[in-house]
Protein backbone atom coordinates (compact mmCIF):
# COMPACT_ATOMS: atom_id res chain seq x y z
CA UNK A 1 0.00 0.00 0.00
CA UNK A 2 1.60 2.71 -0.95
CA UNK A 3 1.82 6.61 1.00
CA UNK A 4 3.22 9.64 1.52
CA UNK A 5 5.59 7.60 3.89
CA UNK A 6 6.67 5.16 0.88
CA UNK A 7 5.55 1.84 0.03
CA UNK A 8 5.04 0.31 3.45
CA UNK A 9 4.55 -3.57 2.31
CA UNK A 10 7.47 -3.22 -0.25
CA UNK A 11 9.61 -2.64 2.92
CA UNK A 12 10.64 1.27 2.15
CA UNK A 13 11.36 3.23 5.05
CA UNK A 14 9.29 4.80 7.99
CA UNK A 15 9.70 7.42 9.94
CA UNK A 16 11.13 7.24 13.54
CA UNK A 17 8.69 5.37 15.99
CA UNK A 18 7.65 2.21 14.22
CA UNK A 19 4.70 1.42 12.10
CA UNK A 20 2.09 1.52 15.13
CA UNK A 21 3.04 4.96 15.65
CA UNK A 22 3.10 6.29 11.87
CA UNK A 23 0.00 4.71 11.08
CA UNK A 24 -2.16 4.76 14.64
CA UNK A 25 -2.62 7.60 16.94
CA UNK A 26 -3.94 7.60 20.28
CA UNK A 27 -6.53 9.77 21.51
CA UNK A 28 -4.32 11.86 23.79
CA UNK A 29 -0.34 12.22 23.48
CA UNK A 30 0.20 10.35 26.87
CA UNK A 31 -2.23 7.67 26.76
CA UNK A 32 -5.37 6.28 24.90
CA UNK A 33 -8.01 6.57 28.00
CA UNK A 34 -10.86 8.28 26.24
CA UNK A 35 -13.19 7.68 29.18
CA UNK A 36 -12.90 6.09 32.73
CA UNK A 37 -15.72 5.04 35.19
CA UNK A 38 -15.36 4.29 39.28
CA UNK A 39 -18.01 2.72 40.78
CA UNK A 40 -20.02 1.65 43.74
CA UNK A 41 -23.47 -0.31 43.80
CA UNK A 42 -25.15 -0.97 46.77
CA UNK A 43 -27.37 -4.14 47.52
CA UNK A 44 -30.83 -2.49 47.71
CA UNK A 45 -31.91 1.15 46.84
CA UNK A 46 -31.60 3.57 49.43
CA UNK A 47 -34.68 5.10 51.23
CA UNK A 48 -35.46 8.78 49.42
CA UNK A 49 -34.31 10.08 52.96
CA UNK A 50 -30.70 8.70 52.84
CA UNK A 51 -30.87 9.25 49.22
CA UNK A 52 -31.34 13.20 49.66
CA UNK A 53 -29.02 12.89 52.70
CA UNK A 54 -26.38 11.64 50.19
CA UNK A 55 -26.75 14.23 47.57
CA UNK A 56 -27.03 17.07 49.87
CA UNK A 57 -23.84 16.26 50.87
CA UNK A 58 -21.97 16.05 47.85
CA UNK A 59 -23.45 19.28 46.10
CA UNK A 60 -20.25 20.91 47.89
CA UNK A 61 -17.89 18.43 46.89
CA UNK A 62 -18.85 18.12 43.38
CA UNK A 63 -18.99 22.15 43.23
CA UNK A 64 -15.65 22.44 44.02
CA UNK A 65 -14.90 20.47 41.40
CA UNK A 66 -16.36 21.99 38.65
CA UNK A 67 -19.87 19.66 38.65
CA UNK A 68 -21.99 22.98 38.95
CA UNK A 69 -24.84 21.59 36.36
CA UNK A 70 -27.30 19.10 38.55
CA UNK A 71 -29.75 17.13 36.31
CA UNK A 72 -32.51 14.89 37.73
CA UNK A 73 -32.19 10.94 37.47
CA UNK A 74 -35.57 9.14 36.99
CA UNK A 75 -37.10 5.74 37.43
CA UNK A 76 -39.96 4.73 35.13
CA UNK A 77 -41.97 1.75 35.78
CA UNK A 78 -43.62 -0.08 33.19
CA UNK A 79 -46.44 -3.00 33.35
CA UNK A 80 -46.57 -5.51 30.63
CA UNK A 81 -49.29 -7.96 30.46
CA UNK A 82 -49.67 -10.85 27.56
CA UNK A 83 -51.69 -8.59 24.69
CA UNK A 84 -51.10 -5.42 25.94
CA UNK A 85 -49.38 -2.60 25.21
CA UNK A 86 -46.81 -1.79 27.37
CA UNK A 87 -48.30 0.83 30.19
CA UNK A 88 -46.30 3.28 32.50
CA UNK A 89 -47.29 2.98 35.75
CA UNK A 90 -45.02 5.22 37.95
CA UNK A 91 -41.96 7.58 37.44
CA UNK A 92 -39.81 8.78 40.85
CA UNK A 93 -36.71 10.60 40.94
CA UNK A 94 -34.07 8.03 41.40
CA UNK A 95 -31.17 10.41 42.15
CA UNK A 96 -29.24 13.15 40.13
CA UNK A 97 -26.12 13.83 38.48
CA UNK A 98 -23.52 16.59 38.91
CA UNK A 99 -22.36 17.67 35.65
CA UNK A 100 -19.32 19.70 33.91
CA UNK A 101 -20.01 21.28 30.62
CA UNK A 102 -17.75 22.44 27.87
CA UNK A 103 -19.60 24.16 25.55
CA UNK A 104 -22.39 21.16 25.36
CA UNK A 105 -20.66 18.36 26.01
CA UNK A 106 -20.17 16.63 28.74
CA UNK A 107 -16.66 16.19 30.49
CA UNK A 108 -17.48 14.82 33.62
CA UNK A 109 -19.94 13.54 35.69
CA UNK A 110 -21.08 12.23 39.16
CA UNK A 111 -24.25 10.04 39.53
CA UNK A 112 -25.47 9.66 42.70
CA UNK A 113 -28.62 7.24 42.10
CA UNK A 114 -30.40 4.75 44.87
CA UNK A 115 -28.70 2.16 44.01
CA UNK A 116 -25.10 3.40 42.69
CA UNK A 117 -21.98 5.88 42.79
CA UNK A 118 -20.95 6.17 39.20
CA UNK A 119 -17.87 8.82 38.48
CA UNK A 120 -17.46 9.09 34.80
CA UNK A 121 -14.65 11.41 32.83
CA UNK A 122 -13.49 11.93 29.55
CA UNK A 123 -10.82 14.55 30.78
CA UNK A 124 -8.64 11.31 32.35
CA UNK A 125 -5.13 12.34 33.25
CA UNK A 126 -4.15 10.05 35.28
CA UNK A 127 -5.13 7.37 38.12
CA UNK A 128 -3.71 9.51 41.22
CA UNK A 129 -5.86 12.35 39.91
CA UNK A 130 -8.76 10.50 39.48
CA UNK A 131 -8.45 8.70 42.09
CA UNK A 132 -7.91 11.69 45.03
CA UNK A 133 -11.71 13.45 42.73
CA UNK A 134 -13.62 9.50 43.21
CA UNK A 135 -12.30 9.47 47.34
CA UNK A 136 -13.71 12.84 47.93
CA UNK A 137 -16.40 12.19 47.41
CA UNK A 138 -16.37 8.39 48.74
CA UNK A 139 -15.25 9.84 52.31
CA UNK A 140 -18.17 12.66 52.39
CA UNK A 141 -21.09 10.04 50.96
CA UNK A 142 -20.13 6.47 52.13
CA UNK A 143 -20.85 7.21 55.88
CA UNK A 144 -24.21 7.91 55.13
CA UNK A 145 -24.56 5.30 52.76
CA UNK A 146 -23.65 2.75 54.71
CA UNK A 147 -25.50 3.16 57.46
CA UNK A 148 -28.28 2.68 55.32
CA UNK A 149 -27.51 -0.29 52.89
CA UNK A 150 -24.66 -2.79 51.90
CA UNK A 151 -21.90 -2.16 49.11
CA UNK A 152 -22.71 -5.23 46.44
CA UNK A 153 -19.57 -4.42 44.26
CA UNK A 154 -17.23 -1.59 43.40
CA UNK A 155 -15.00 -1.68 40.05
CA UNK A 156 -13.35 0.09 37.56
CA UNK A 157 -13.64 0.76 33.20
CA UNK A 158 -11.65 1.95 30.84
CA UNK A 159 -12.33 2.66 26.77
CA UNK A 160 -9.01 3.35 24.79
CA UNK A 161 -9.19 4.98 21.35
CA UNK A 162 -6.99 4.66 18.28
CA UNK A 163 -7.62 6.22 15.21
CA UNK A 164 -5.89 5.93 11.60
CA UNK A 165 -3.83 8.61 10.77
CA UNK A 166 -3.91 8.22 7.32
CA UNK A 167 -8.14 7.81 5.43
CA UNK A 168 -7.06 4.39 4.32
CA UNK A 169 -8.37 1.57 6.44
CA UNK A 170 -4.82 1.03 7.69
CA UNK A 171 -3.94 -2.81 9.72
CA UNK A 172 -5.42 -2.38 13.35
CA UNK A 173 -2.56 -5.80 13.57
CA UNK A 174 -0.09 -3.07 14.65
CA UNK A 175 -1.72 -2.28 17.59
CA UNK A 176 -4.12 -5.29 18.47
CA UNK A 177 -2.07 -8.16 19.15
CA UNK A 178 -3.82 -11.35 16.65
CA UNK A 179 -1.60 -13.75 18.96
CA UNK A 180 -3.68 -12.45 21.93
CA UNK A 181 -5.68 -15.27 23.90
CA UNK A 182 -8.54 -12.55 24.86
CA UNK A 183 -10.25 -12.46 21.86
CA UNK A 184 -11.52 -15.39 19.04
CA UNK A 185 -8.71 -15.68 16.54
CA UNK A 186 -11.76 -15.74 14.16
CA UNK A 187 -13.13 -12.56 14.74
CA UNK A 188 -9.79 -10.60 14.31
CA UNK A 189 -9.62 -9.39 10.46
CA UNK A 190 -6.51 -6.35 9.60
CA UNK A 191 -8.27 -4.33 7.68
CA UNK A 192 -11.87 -5.00 8.00
CA UNK A 193 -14.01 -4.04 10.43
CA UNK A 194 -14.96 -6.52 13.55
CA UNK A 195 -15.77 -6.74 16.81
CA UNK A 196 -15.31 -8.92 19.89
CA UNK A 197 -16.85 -8.93 23.52
CA UNK A 198 -15.40 -11.38 26.17
CA UNK A 199 -16.81 -11.71 30.08
CA UNK A 200 -16.42 -13.82 32.68
CA UNK A 201 -16.19 -14.57 35.85
CA UNK A 202 -12.91 -15.27 38.51
CA UNK A 203 -13.12 -16.15 42.35
CA UNK A 204 -11.66 -14.21 44.67
CA UNK A 205 -12.41 -16.01 47.81
CA UNK A 206 -15.37 -17.90 49.16
CA UNK A 207 -17.37 -14.21 49.51
CA UNK A 208 -16.13 -12.72 46.58
CA UNK A 209 -15.95 -13.11 42.63
CA UNK A 210 -14.79 -10.22 39.93
CA UNK A 211 -16.64 -10.31 37.07
CA UNK A 212 -14.45 -9.05 33.61
CA UNK A 213 -15.30 -7.50 30.60
CA UNK A 214 -13.28 -7.23 27.46
CA UNK A 215 -14.29 -5.65 24.46
CA UNK A 216 -12.31 -4.86 21.18
CA UNK A 217 -14.43 -2.50 18.49
CA UNK A 218 -12.67 -2.12 14.85
CA UNK A 219 -15.22 0.15 12.75
CA UNK A 220 -15.53 3.41 11.04
CA UNK A 221 -16.00 6.34 13.53
CA UNK A 222 -15.64 9.68 14.29
CA UNK A 223 -12.15 11.03 16.14
CA UNK A 224 -9.90 14.07 16.23
CA UNK A 225 -9.17 14.34 12.72
CA UNK A 226 -13.20 13.34 11.22
CA UNK A 227 -13.70 9.49 10.19
CA UNK A 228 -10.97 7.11 10.02
CA UNK A 229 -10.79 3.75 11.21
CA UNK A 230 -10.51 3.47 14.60
CA UNK A 231 -10.20 1.14 17.60
CA UNK A 232 -11.58 0.80 20.75
CA UNK A 233 -10.91 -1.41 23.98
CA UNK A 234 -13.05 -1.67 26.83
CA UNK A 235 -11.78 -3.52 29.91
CA UNK A 236 -14.03 -3.86 32.88
CA UNK A 237 -13.60 -5.11 36.30
CA UNK A 238 -16.26 -5.51 39.59
CA UNK A 239 -15.70 -6.88 42.57
CA UNK A 240 -18.65 -8.26 43.08
CA UNK A 241 -20.04 -9.80 46.97
CA UNK A 242 -21.74 -12.86 48.04
CA UNK A 243 -22.16 -12.77 51.16
CA UNK A 244 -23.18 -9.98 52.66
CA UNK A 245 -22.33 -10.97 56.32
CA UNK A 246 -18.67 -11.28 55.74
CA UNK A 247 -15.83 -9.24 57.08
CA UNK A 248 -15.34 -8.73 53.31
CA UNK A 249 -19.00 -6.59 53.16
CA UNK A 250 -17.81 -4.93 56.22
CA UNK A 251 -14.68 -3.87 54.86
CA UNK A 252 -16.32 -2.05 51.85
CA UNK A 253 -18.61 0.26 53.51
CA UNK A 254 -15.41 2.26 54.24
CA UNK A 255 -13.92 4.33 51.45
CA UNK A 256 -10.69 3.66 52.02
CA UNK A 257 -11.06 0.02 51.74
CA UNK A 258 -12.75 0.82 48.25
CA UNK A 259 -10.00 2.91 47.23
CA UNK A 260 -7.56 0.33 48.22
CA UNK A 261 -9.09 -2.47 46.25
CA UNK A 262 -9.61 -0.18 43.47
CA UNK A 263 -5.84 1.04 43.31
CA UNK A 264 -5.42 -2.95 42.42
CA UNK A 265 -7.82 -3.44 39.58
CA UNK A 266 -6.27 -0.28 38.23
CA UNK A 267 -2.64 -2.01 37.70
CA UNK A 268 -4.81 -5.45 37.15
CA UNK A 269 -7.06 -3.17 33.91
CA UNK A 270 -3.09 -1.87 32.72
CA UNK A 271 -2.03 -5.70 32.69
CA UNK A 272 -5.51 -6.86 30.60
CA UNK A 273 -5.06 -3.92 28.41
CA UNK A 274 -1.05 -4.86 27.92
CA UNK A 275 -2.10 -8.71 26.97
CA UNK A 276 -4.53 -7.09 24.26
CA UNK A 277 -1.82 -4.73 22.54
CA UNK A 278 1.10 -4.93 20.40
CA UNK A 279 4.64 -4.08 22.03
CA UNK A 280 4.99 -0.66 19.70
CA UNK A 281 1.30 0.46 20.74
CA UNK A 282 2.23 -0.32 24.82
CA UNK A 283 5.29 1.64 24.42
CA UNK A 284 3.06 4.20 22.05
CA UNK A 285 1.07 4.86 25.17
CA UNK A 286 3.92 4.05 27.95
CA UNK A 287 1.90 1.68 29.73
CA UNK A 288 4.86 -0.67 31.06
CA UNK A 289 5.72 2.72 32.85
Known amino acids: MANRF ?12 GAARTFWAPIHP ?12 FSEPMTSLTLRKTIDALRGPARRVGLVREEPMHHIAVEVQPGLAPRKTAEAESGVVFQDLQGTTVVQALAVANDALR ?29 AVQTSQIGL ?41 SGWFEKISAV ?19 IRRTITIRTFEAEQVTDF ?7 LSQAESILSSLDQTHLTLKKRLAEVLTREATDMISLGS
Open 119 to 147: LETTSYTRWVAFREQFSQFLSTSMPIISS
Open 208 to 226: TRNLVNLDIGVADANGPVG
Open 157 to 197: EYTDFFYATLPEPQDCGLIIDRKSNCFGSKAFHRREPWHSH
Open 6 to 17: GNYHAGGQLPPG
Open 245 to 251: NSDRAAE
Open 30 to 41: AHAIQKAVAFVT
